[in-house]
């Protein structure tokens, strides 16, 4: 359907995932405010717990990752999956509750901590179980109600955390009964937008199916897993938490480059149901619009990101913009694995046999996937074995452990794009990406200067941020403006965004 000019399906794609991307940045600041909140307030250790326990979670959402790809499919198609997904997560819940619980007994009792404080973590399980059914659904119904439940996820969690972790000065409890709430909230939001695919009769065909497929997803799953042993391998090999919290540390500064990915967020539920080259090719370009400033910038600003979370976590500046990089690498890989996933149409039909689900290209992708974070962690453990008798600092690990993450993401980046060559006629773009490196270039070199003339921060967190929230604007302003100046298509997407709100804000006036 057409509106004047605008190609509306165009715009769409772009919106959702220009809704997912501000919904990320929003997640970032405010991520990143939370995190301040902690991380100023709970020693190196604490916070090294604090990303334990976010890791062991994921041991007690294996049984829902998997059927989550499925049901996201079937959604993608307009059926009716609630009904049954709920259904089958509510059967679920008490494997998941169990096994979270042996696990994160008896690894506190490995780093001897206490292990009340990471057993708790289960109130953050029980909501977030929720959370993934959600996701699932709405990541192939509506992806775009994705970005507006984070944004109320987001915010809550501000709220909460401000009067849990500084007002009542719980500290790690505060922060995990934070958690848990909005990440009620968020659950919350996202099943009721998935009313629409609710049907009173619940039939089993769905359910047979997903559970088919469980057994293709089990290498989906296991990979998944194991990308979250690493801080717990970390922490069990050298022997304290500590590790954890600046490993964590560096994740959570460079994760603003890695957040533009989200841009891509439409894209595979847009492949799944008819999509295009073109598709692709504004996917891609709206992406790289994005990621390669936040990169340049990044490479600026790391040092001084991490020392507002706490002045020691600079020390690990270098690692955190090793990570960048590995995120954008890992952006261009993911564009090959979903085009390869979203153009696969082998699971149409609802009556499909296993073997119809292992000779599919979505399962040679679980199993590359599976290679790949196999690889990172046999390397990651043989390092930090190698090494532990070598005494190294907190910066030298995390810079070699950042290393070996850069390794395996560009692996993945090649691996992408030889399988999209491969299996599909779809193709990568350059596009408009010399621009972007040009106006990213000349937005470096005023926020460098700026920079320069404010000298070493101040240690306290708000004035400290005082200083860069400038520079981050200003580096903002100067990449839109001189993009805006030299690139058409930059000009003609501002146009058609404007065009298809006004004319909806006209629709629904009229």
């Given at each position: 359907?057409?509106?004047?000019?605008?190609?509306?399906?165009?715009?769409?794609?772009?919106?959702?995932?220009?809704?997912?991307?501000?919904?990320?940045?929003?997640?970032?600041?405010?991520?990143?405010?939370?995190?301040?909140?902690?991380t100023r307030r709970l020693t190196e250790e604490e916070f090294g717990v604090w990303a334990l326990i976010g890791s062991l979670i994921n041991y007690g959402l294996v049984p829902f990752y998997l059927v989550s790809p499925w049901i996201s499919r079937d959604a993608a198609r307009g059926k009716r999956v609630l009904g049954p997904a709920l259904v089958l997560?509510?059967?679920?819940?008490?494997?998941?509750?169990?096994?979270?619980?042996?696990?994160?007994s008896q690894y506190a009792i490995t780093i001897r901590y206490d292990p009340t404080i990471i057993i708790l973590g289960i109130i953050v399980l029980i909501p977030y179980i929720f959370l993934t059914l959600g996701n699932a659904i709405q990541s192939g119904y509506a992806p775009q109600n994705l970005g507006l439940a984070k944004i109320i996820f987001e915010?809550?969690?501000?709220?909460?955390?401000?009067?849990?972790?500084?007002?009542?000065?719980?500290?790690?409890?505060?922060?995990?009964?934070?958690?848990?709430?909005?990440?009620?909230?968020?659950?919350?939001?996202?099943?009721?937008?998935?009313?629409?695919?609710?049907?009173?009769?619940?039939?089993?065909?769905?359910?047979?199916?997903?559970?088919?497929?469980?057994?293709?997803?089990?290498?989906?799953?296991?990979?998944?897993?194991?990308?979250?042993?690493?801080?717990?391998?970390?922490?069990?090999?050298?022997?304290?938490?500590?590790?954890?919290?600046?490993?964590?540390?560096?994740?959570?500064?460079?994760?603003?480059?890695?957040?533009?990915?989200?841009?891509?967020?439409?894209?595979?539920?847009?492949?799944?149901?008819?999509?295009?080259?073109?598709?692709?090719?504004?996917?891609?370009?709206?992406?790289?619009?994005?990621?390669?400033?936040?990169?340049?910038?990044?490479?600026?600003?790391?040092?001084?990101?991490?020392?507002?979370?706490?002045?020691?976590?600079?020390?690990?500046?270098?690692?955190?913009?090793?990570?960048?990089?590995?995120?954008?690498?890992?952006?261009?890989?993911?564009?090959?694995?979903?085009?390869?996933?979203?153009?696969?149409?082998?699971?149409?039909?609802?009556?499909?046999?296993?073997?119809?689900?292992?000779?599919?290209?979505?399962?040679?992708?679980?199993?590359?996937?599976?290679?790949?974070?196999?690889?990172?962690?046999?390397?990651?453990?043989?390092?930090?074995?190698?090494?532990?008798?070598?005494?190294?600092?907190?910066?030298?690990?995390?810079?070699?452990?950042?290393?070996?993450?850069?390794?395996?993401?560009?692996?993945?980046s090649v691996i992408g794009l030889k399988l999209m060559k491969k299996y599909t006629s779809l193709r990568l773009s350059g596009g408009n990406i010399a621009h972007y490196l040009i106006t990213s270039t000349i937005m470096a070199i005023f926020v460098y200067i700026l920079r320069m003339s404010i000298g070493e921060l101040p240690s306290r967190a708000i004035?400290?941020?005082?200083?860069?929230?400038?520079?981050?604007?200003?580096?903002?302003?100067?990449?839109?403006?001189?993009?805006?100046?030299?690139?058409?298509?930059?000009?003609?997407?501002?146009?058609?965004?404007?065009?298809?709100?006004?004319?909806?804000?006209?629709?629904?006036?009229?």
């Amino acid at each position: 359907m057409w509106l004047g000019c605008v190609d509306v399906s165009k715009v769409k794609l772009r919106l959702s995932g220009g809704l997912a991307f501000a919904a990320n940045i929003l997640s970032y600041l405010t991520g990143f405010i939370f995190s301040i909140l902690i991380t100023r307030r709970l020693t190196e250790e604490e916070f090294g717990v604090w990303a334990l326990i976010g890791s062991l979670i994921n041991y007690g959402l294996v049984p829902f990752y998997l059927v989550s790809p499925w049901i996201s499919r079937d959604a993608a198609r307009g059926k009716r999956v609630l009904g049954p997904a709920l259904v089958l997560f509510l059967s679920l819940m008490p494997v998941s509750l169990i096994t979270y619980f042996v696990i994160a007994s008896q690894y506190a009792i490995t780093i001897r901590y206490d292990p009340t404080i990471i057993i708790l973590g289960i109130i953050v399980l029980i909501p977030y179980i929720f959370l993934t059914l959600g996701n699932a659904i709405q990541s192939g119904y509506a992806p775009q109600n994705l970005g507006l439940a984070k944004i109320i996820f987001e915010i809550s969690k501000i709220i909460l955390g401000f009067c849990m972790v500084i007002a009542l000065n719980m500290k790690l409890v505060g922060a995990l009964i934070t958690l848990s709430i909005a990440y009620f909230l968020q659950a919350s939001m996202l099943m009721y937008c998935s009313k629409p695919l609710f049907e009173k009769d619940i039939g089993k065909d769905l359910i047979i199916k997903w559970v088919k497929g469980a057994s293709v997803s089990t290498v989906q799953v296991i990979t998944n897993v194991i990308a979250a042993t690493d801080i717990i391998l970390m922490a069990w090999i050298i022997g304290h938490a500590e590790i954890a919290g600046y490993w964590q540390a560096a994740i959570t500064a460079s994760a603003l480059v890695f957040y533009s990915s989200s841009l891509m967020s439409g894209l595979g539920p847009r492949l799944i149901s008819g999509g295009t080259q073109r598709d692709l090719d504004k996917a891609f370009d709206f992406t790289m619009m994005f990621m390669i400033p936040l990169l340049f910038g990044f490479f600026l600003l790391s040092r001084d990101i991490l020392w507002v979370l706490r002045p020691t976590y600079s020390l690990v500046w270098v690692a955190s913009c090793i990570l960048a990089v590995g995120g954008v690498m890992i952006t261009l890989g993911e564009f090959g694995f979903t085009a390869v996933y979203g153009t696969d149409k082998f699971d149409l039909e609802d009556s499909l046999s296993v073997g119809h689900y292992l000779k599919s290209r979505v399962f040679l992708l679980n199993k590359l996937e599976l290679v790949l974070k196999s690889a990172y962690i046999t390397c990651l453990a043989t390092m930090l074995v190698a090494t532990k008798s070598l005494s190294l600092g907190i910066a030298e690990l995390t810079i070699l452990i950042a290393s070996i993450n850069l390794m395996i993401a560009i692996l993945k980046s090649v691996i992408g794009l030889k399988l999209m060559k491969k299996y599909t006629s779809l193709r990568l773009s350059g596009g408009n990406i010399a621009h972007y490196l040009i106006t990213s270039t000349i937005m470096a070199i005023f926020v460098y200067i700026l920079r320069m003339s404010i000298g070493e921060l101040p240690s306290r967190a708000i004035e400290a941020a005082a200083y860069l929230l400038p520079l981050i604007i200003s580096g903002a302003v100067i990449y839109g403006a001189v993009l805006y100046a030299i690139n058409r298509d930059f000009r003609s997407f501002l146009g058609e965004v404007y065009s298809f709100i006004t004319r909806s804000s006209m629709r629904k006036i009229i």
